[in-house]
C-alpha cells in the first residue's frame, strides 16, 4: 500500500513541479513527463501483485473528517482498474511529450501537465478510496482537474461551451452520488465502505448508482459532455479521458453492486436496456460524424454500451441462477473495460497525430495519408480492427465471452434469461456490423485514396515519442488476442470477488470458454500466416515479370479528380438515411446541373437529439424561469446577508420544532 501512496506522491510531486517551473517548457514538460511515468510505473507494481495472488492491501488511519477514516485499499477490482489507469496514462504522457510542442507558444505547459497528474493521482484514488467522503474529494478532483484539460484552449468558444457542459454533467451526476452514499451509510453512521448496509431500497440505490456512474460513463442518455469535450482536448487527454477516466464510472458501478447484494430482475433487464441503445445509437452517431475525433468520442458511448451488457447478463445471471451466465456475463464486460482502454487510447492518439500532422480533424478534408504517415496508419488499423470486434485481436475475446454467454442461455432455455440473452445477441451483432461500417470509413476516408483538400500537403510521420506510445498500445491489441485463453484465466480472481461465486465453478467455467475461445483464435492466426505466404509468393512471382500499371475505370471522365472519391457523409449516406428516424440527419445536396456539370456536392449534418430534444428544452426552460427571480440580484452585499441570515433563522426554527 505504501508503494502505491508513494506512486501518488510522484504523479502530485511531478505536477506540482512542472506548475513551479511553467516559465520554462522544456523543464515543466520534463518534470510533467517524468513524474507521470515514474508515478504510474510505482503504481502497476502493488496492482499486478494482487492480480497475480497476493494478499489485498489496506490502509486505515483516523482522520478528522466525520463520519469514518482514511480508509485506502487494493483488492482484485480496484487493481483490475488501475493497470489500464497507469497503463495508458504512462504512455500518453510520453505522446504528449512530443504532441505538446505544437502549443508551446502562447500556452502554458506547466498549467497542462499540473492538472494532467493530478487527474492520473485522482482517478487511482477514486479506485482505492474506502471512504465515501475520500471518494468523493477524489472524485471531485477528477472531475476539476479533466474540465481544466477541456478547456485548455479557453480562446475558442467552442472549447469553452464543452467544458461548462462537461463540469454541469459531472457535477449532477456527482450529487446522485452523494445521495446514494448518504443512504448507503444512514444505517451504521459510518462512510466506510466496509461498513455500508444496503437492507431496504435496494431499487432506488441502483437507480442513484445507474445516473451518478453513469453519467461518467456516458450511458445514453447521460452521455452529452462527451462527444463535445474529447474532441476540445489535447488529443493525449482524450485518449486518457475516453480509456480510462469514463471506467471509473463502470468501477463505481461494479462497486456498488458488491453493496447491494441480490437486486431486482429488472436492474439486468435495465442495464441491457441501457446497453443496446447506447451501443446501437452510439455507433450510429459516430458514424455519421464529420469530426474525426467526435466520431471516436460516440464510439466510446458505443462501448459503454457493451460494457453495460456484459454487466446486464451477468446480474441476470445471478438472479437466475446460471453460473456460467453470470461468469461470462461479468468477464466480457470487464474484459472490453481493459480492452477499451486498449484500442479507444490508440485511436486517439492515431487522431492525435493526424490532428497534429496536418491541422486539421474534418473528415472531408483528409485522404491518402498512409504514404506519408504508414506508422501511424497502420496502428490505427490495427485499433480500428480492435474496436470492430475482429480476430485475433482483444477487442474480439470480450465481444466472443458476451456471445458464449447468451448463446448458452438460449441453448439452455433457462428461465428468465433466454429472452435477455436473445436481446443481447441481437444488440451485439447490430453494433459489431455499424462498428465495422464506422471504422471503415474513418480509416478508408482519413488514410487512403487522394488528398482531399490543402491539410495534407504538408502532412508528415509522428515524432518518435509518438509512434512508441501507438506501437505499444497496438502490440497490448495483438498480444491479448493471441494469448485470449491465458488472459480469460487470469480473469478468476476479480469474477471471484464481483459474482460471490464459489472459485472452484468460477474457474470451471472460464476454462470452458478457453476452448472454443483458443480454437477461434488460432485459425484467424492461420488464416493471417497463409494471406502472409501468398501475399510474398506473388511478390515474388511479380518481381521475376514486368508489371503494367492502369488507372481503374474512370466512369468516362477523362481526367478524374479527388473530389470524385466518396466522402465521409456520401459513404455513410446509405445507412445514415435507413436510421434517419433515429438520427435526425440532415443532408444538404449541390446535385450536378447541365451537360458538363462543374460544381456538386453532398454533405450531412447529424446533431445529437438528446442535446436538442431533451436537455436544450430542460435547461432553457430551468433558465426562463431562474430569470423571473433576477429582481432579487441587485448588488447590495448587505441585503444578501440578509438573505443568508433569514435562511438560517426558517432553518433553526425548523429544527427546534422537531419533537
Known sequence: MLLLLLALGFLVGGGVAALLTQASPRWSTLLGVGGAVAGCGLGLIPAAGILLGQPVRSLRVAWDVPYGAFFVQIDALSAFFLLPIFGLSALAAIYGAEYMRAYRDGKSAGVSWFFFDLLVASMAMVVVARNAVLFLVAWEVMALASFFLVTFQDEEESVRSAGWTYLVATHLGSACLLALFILLGRGTGSLDFDRFTASSGVGLLFILAMVGFGSKAGFMPFHVWLPEAHPAAPSHVSAVMSGVMIKTGIYGLVRTLTFLGPLPAWAGWLLIGVGVTSGVLGVLFALAQHDLKRLLAYSSVENMGIIALGLGLGLIGLRVGSTSLAVLGFAGGLLHVFNHA?????????????????????????????????????????????????????????????????????????????????????GLALIGGLALACFTKAFGVVFLGAPR????????????????????LAAGCLLIGMFAPMVVRALAPLLEQVTRLPPDRVRLELTHATGPLGWVTVCALGLIALATVLTALRRGALSRRSVDLATTWDCGYGQPGPRMQYTASSFAQPLTDLFRPLLGTRPTASLPQGLFPRAASFSTDTPDLYRERLYRPIFGGIARTLSAFRWLQHGRVQLYVLYIGLTLLVLLVWKLGEP
Open 342 to 426: 486498449l484500442f479507444k487510447g490508440l485511436l486517439f492518439l492515431g487522431a492525435g497525430s493526424v490532428l497534429h500532422a496536418t491541422g486539421t480533424r474534418d473528415l472531408e478534408e483528409l485522404g491518402g495519408l498512409l504514404k506519408r504517415m504508414p506508422w501511424t496508419g497502420l496502428t490505427f488499423l490495427t485499433g480500428a480492427m480492435a474496436i470492430s470486434g475482429l480476430p485475433p485481436l482483444n477487442g474480439f475475446v470480450s465481444e466472443f465471452l458476451l456471445y458464449l454467454g447468451a448463446f448458452g442461455a438460449v441453448a439452455s432455455l433457462a428461465s428468465g434469461a433466454a429472452v435477455p440473452a436473445l436481446v443481447v445477441i441481437a
Open 453 to 472: 483538400g490543402r491539410h495534407t500537403a504538408r502532412a508528415h510521420a509522428a515524432g518518435p515519442l509518438m509512434r512508441i506510445s501507438m506501437q505499444t
